[in-house]
């Protein structure tokens, strides 16, 4: 019985607004069918007594539903309003089978209840009426014989027919029931997800109605906000204890609801309990309904103050310097840059470099050095007007930035140098220094340039002894116009066509008796208007700017592929190798890479032409270059050998397997004995240190007979050949293979 039971739908579930709509509908029906009744009546037998009474009872019936209160009784009476309705009609169509479809009509139509009460009190009216009235008034009940006999049967007959198209009804109420149990357990359950990610998230969220009222508030956000559990009726966003910080920018919530996106800003508020600024990143979603009203706002907020502190912080550090805690270099440039950009005077630079400074740190330890540093810049910053920007760009050198003209640099570049005449005090004890100052003023432009102006300056004033200051002037603008023209030329030429911007030319080395020997490949640069331009005007710019490098590789590189395509006409070329090309790390290997890539040629056909300039400060990792470089079978030449500071002796520890004696060794030898005693040492002691001499730079017949007289193997110079553009190399010196005749 109870499994019978619960397969059985419970019947109610209908909320109120949902029932009373239905009852509304039903009852209206009801009422209708009195009209219908009233027209069918007098079409069938006129307004008889049978009409009058069923309008009789249908009537209070219909009044009563409208009028009582709660759902039982009122649906109990449109149900029983129902049973008269269809027993009127039968009666008045006296008994037609037809008419009892009115029943089953009528019972799908209470099914609209979900409600057992009126449904079975329907059951049962029909029941009974077929029963009594068949009893009754037969005629006017059924319209067969069979019926007539047995009222009762055809009665519980009828009841059974109603009851199993009740059954159908029934089914519906049940699925729609389980149906509306699944959809309450989803529904649940997106709740207790809601209620998860919203209530117990650590991140403070609220959901707000578009009038700003707070619908609902997460603990997360309650504690930031130190707001209580249950806000006040009417709590809206005014109410909330943080203020924009910024009270002229748009109300974020204005932002908020004007934006179809979600809105995600970082914003600064200040808290109306203390005072205190804080940064909020607000994260803000509006919930729309179908026809795109907004009904909620869904915000996050984070609370990014510590991370905004410490970002500043970072932020300061790059600014600093943090040895001496100055403006850092990048740092100095941007707000010199912003100063050229707003003063509308001029501005002016003054460089500072510590004389001598490598000494100091070299002699007093790195720790000196840097207490140095640190005294120092404490100095200089107390000894500058306020308000001026100083900075240290790196190592031992400074700047400061200020308005005004060249008198105020020059007046703060001596008041600077006058502060470093007292001694600093470093760990304990004084220590005198001194510095080179340079000035440089201008109005506007960019920074770099004052910049290095102003560090020009300070190159002169350090060539000319340090400890004093010098002035930017024309003279020094050429040079670093020169310099910065020379620059651009040579990034021009190395980006485009290389053969064509920067040819290399081949000038002969010979040896003893005249006999072509190799080649010493010398760069040279096409203007953009067809002139050629020696090294000199661009090889030093190359080397300050590092752009040496790519030059030096294109040299390289051309030089092996004449020296190939030369073959056997050719003994060997030999390359200039400039000091920053050498101190590249990636040297030694580009070059091994280059000889790997043409494995028929002999490694020693490539010479090296290294200066001694760039072996005098030389570390001894430049030393052990040249070693591997040998290593891998390549020869080095000392390049102009006797214009350096080196003794004869100082050549045994040099790992060269050749010494090009510099031209003016050689020019005017024929003249001067001085110059040939010389000559004869340097040979002698190359010969005992088993190294290949080439005297360079001889221009006349005479020179080249009187270092033949001193036994020098090999030159090179004009008299022999000019270098030369390769296809002219090809027609004139290895076609001819002997360069000088013989006496
Ligand atoms: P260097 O290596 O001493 O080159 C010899 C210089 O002397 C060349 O000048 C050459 O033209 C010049 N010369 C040759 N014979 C005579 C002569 O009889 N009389 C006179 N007065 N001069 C003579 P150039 O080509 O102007 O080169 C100058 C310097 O530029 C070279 O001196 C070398 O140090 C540098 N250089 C040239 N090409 C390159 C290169 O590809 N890379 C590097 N790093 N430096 C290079
Ligand atoms: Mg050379
Ligand atoms: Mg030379």
Same mark, same amino acid.
């Given at each position: ?21 239905? +009852? ?21 037998? &006129? ?96 319209? +067969? ?268 570049? +001596? &008041? ?328």
């Amino acid at each position: 019985m109870i499994r019978l039971m619960a397969l059985l739908p419970s019947g109610g579930g209908l909320r109120d607004e949902d029932w009373a709509r239905r +009852h509304r509908l039903l009852t209206t029906i009801l009422a209708a069918t009195i009209v219908l009744l009233t027209a069918f009546g007098v079409f069938a037998d &006129g307004l008889n007594g049978t009409w009058l009474t069923t309008v009789f009872l249908i009537l209070p019936c219909v009044i009563a539903a409208s009028r009582l209160p709660g759902r039982r009784l009122p649906s109990t009476f449109v149900a029983l309003g129902f049973v008269m309705a269809c027993g009127g009609f039968v009666a008045i169509a006296h008994g037609l089978t037809e008419a009892h479809f009115s029943f089953f009509i009528v019972i799908a139509a209470l099914a609209l209840y979900r409600d057992w009460t009126p449904f079975g009190m329907f059951l049962l009216g029909t029941t009974l009426h077929h029963g009594v009235f068949g009893v009754l008034v037969s005629n006017r009940t059924y319209d +067969h014989d069979a019926a007539f006999a047995h009222p009762w049967t055809w009665a519980l007959l009828h009841a059974v027919a109603v009851l199993l198209a009740a059954g159908f009804q029934l089914v519906q109420w049940k699925m729609t029931e389980s149906e509306e149990r699944r959809s309450q357990q989803n529904l649940d359950e997106s709740q207790a997800q809601l209620s998860i990610a919203f209530d117990q998230t650590p991140v403070p969220m609220a959901m707000i109605s578009p009038e700003g009222r707070l619908l609902r508030t997460n603990e997360a956000y309650r504690g930031w906000l130190d707001l209580p559990e249950e806000l006040p009726a009417g709590f809206t966003v005014d109410d909330l204890p943080i203020t924009p910080a910024d009270a002229t920018s748009p109300g974020m919530f204005d932002h908020i609801l004007s934006a179809d996106e979600p809105v995600a800003t970082t914003r600064e508020y200040r808290r109306l309990d203390n005072g205190r600024h804080i940064w909020v990143d607000v994260h803000a979603t509006g919930l729309r309904d179908q026809r795109g009203r907004l009904r909620l706002i869904f915000v996050h907020c984070v609370d990014v103050t510590d991370n905004r502190r410490h970002q500043e912080e970072l932020r300061r550090q790059v600014r600093q310097d943090s040895l001496t805690g100055l403006l850092s270099r990048s740092a100095f440039e941007n707000d010199l840059s912003e100063l050229l950009a707003t003063e509308p005077d001029q501005v002016s630079v003054i460089y500072v470099d510590v004389d001598r400074f490598k000494s100091i740190n070299d002699g007093a330890g790195h720790t000196a050095g840097d207490d140095v540093l640190r005294a120092l810049s404490a100095r200089l910053a107390a000894t500058v007007p306020d308000g001026s920007l100083v900075a240290r760009l790196g190592g031992d050198e400074f700047v400061v930035a200020l308005p005004g003209g060249i008198e105020t640099a020059l007046r703060t570049g +001596h &008041g600077l140098l006058d502060a470093c005449a007292e001694p600093l005090l470093v760990d304990g004890g004084y220590l005198q220094i001194s510095i080179s100052v340079g000035v440089a003023s201008a109005s506007g432009g960019p920074a770099e340039a004052v910049v290095l102006a102003a560090d020009t300056a300070m190159y002169a004033a350090k060539r000319a002894g340090g400890n004093r200051v010098a002035e930017f002037n024309d003279t020094m603008r050429v040079a670093v116009q020169d310099r910065i023209a020379a620059e651009a030329r040579l990034r021009r030429a190395l980006a485009g066509d290389r053969d064509t911007a920067l040819p290399v030319w081949f000038q002969p080395i010979v040896g003893a008796d005249g006999e072509l020997a190799g080649a010493e490949t010398l760069v040279r640069m096409r203007t953009p208007e067809g002139d050629i331009v020696g090294p000199n005007l661009f090889v030093p710019a190359a080397e300050e700017t590092g752009l040496i490098v790519p030059l030096g590789e294109h040299v390289l590189n051309r030089a092996v592929r004449h020296l190939i395509e030369w073959g056997d006409q050719l003994g060997y070329v030999s390359v200039n190798v400039s000091p920053r090309q050498l101190a590249e790390p990636d040297f030694v290997p580009d070059v091994a890479a280059l000889l790997a890539s043409h494995p028929g040629l002999d490694p020693s056909r490539l010479i090296l032409e290294i200066t001694e300039t760039a072996l005098l400060g030389s570390s001894l990792d430049v030393q052990q270059r040249l070693e591997m470089l040998k290593a891998i079978g390549v020869r080095i030449a000392l390049d102009d050998f006797g214009t350096g500071y080196s003794s004869l002796t100082w050549l045994q520890s040099i790992p060269a397997d050749i010494v090009k004696l510099d031209r003016s060794f050689v020019a005017g030898l024929s003249a001067d004995p001085r110059k040939s005693s010389i000559i004869e040492a340097v040979l002698w002691l190359a010969r005992s240190l088993n190294m290949a001499v080439v005297a360079e730079g001889v221009e006349d017949e005479a020179d080249w007979e009187a270092l033949r007289a001193l036994g020098c193997p090999s030159a090179q110079g004009y008299y022999f050949s000019r270098p030369l553009p390769p296809a002219e190399f090809e027609q004139k010196v290895l076609q001819r293979s002997r360069m000088a005749t013989t006496p």
